[in-house]
């Protein structure tokens, strides 16, 4: 086995061993400069996505504001639904409820003549709920179900 012997020079030269060359301007590791410079680019990183987990945050929470709302609007067609046809009248009713710590307007109007859709054997039915206390000015929009809604009858064949 062979060994081989290096020579070490302190010269700024040449530190020789085989093919391999270092200087000792090579090694003297980062500067405050590059360290600084570093540093900024990854608090940019940094920054860019905190205010992205800060948009999601928003949109997720008023999101959930615009299925709350929904999901009121649902219930009040469901309850509509399982009304009988003779009870569910020609009516404008407003009024609010709360839901889950949250405040909604509720405006039914059912309608049984021409003008607006209906007729004697068919009512159209308009639900529309408003968030009066969510959080996002977007998420405050109204949502509105329409729904008809027809006079059940007997058919030839029953």
């Avoid at 049984?112 to 054997?121: F, L, R, V, W, Y």
Wanted: positive net charge; proline residues 2%; aromatic residues 8%.
């Amino acid at each position: 086995m062979k060994t081989h012997d290096c020579k070490v020079t302190t010269s700024s030269s040449n530190n020789i061993c085989g093919d391999v060359r270092h200087s000792i301007e090579d090694e003297r590791g980062f500067t405050l400069i590059e360290t600084a410079i570093a540093f900024v680019v990854m608090m940019v990183a940094a920054l860019a996505v905190a205010s992205l987990f800060s948009y999601a945050i928003f949109y997720n929470t008023g999101a959930a504001d615009r299925a709350a709302t929904l999901s009121v609007a649902q219930q009040y067609c469901e309850r509509l639904r399982k009304t009988p046809f003779a009870e569910v009248t020609t009516t404008t009713e407003a009024q609010s409820i709360t839901r889950s710590g949250r405040l909604y307007g509720v405006q039914v109007t059912v309608c049984t003549t021409a003008d607006c859709g209906g007729s004697a054997t068919l009512k159209a039915i308009t639900i529309q709920v408003t968030p009066r206390s969510a959080g996002n000015s977007w998420a405050n929009n109204a949502v509105t179900i329409m729904s008809q809604r027809a006079a059940p009858s007997l058919g030839t064949y029953y």
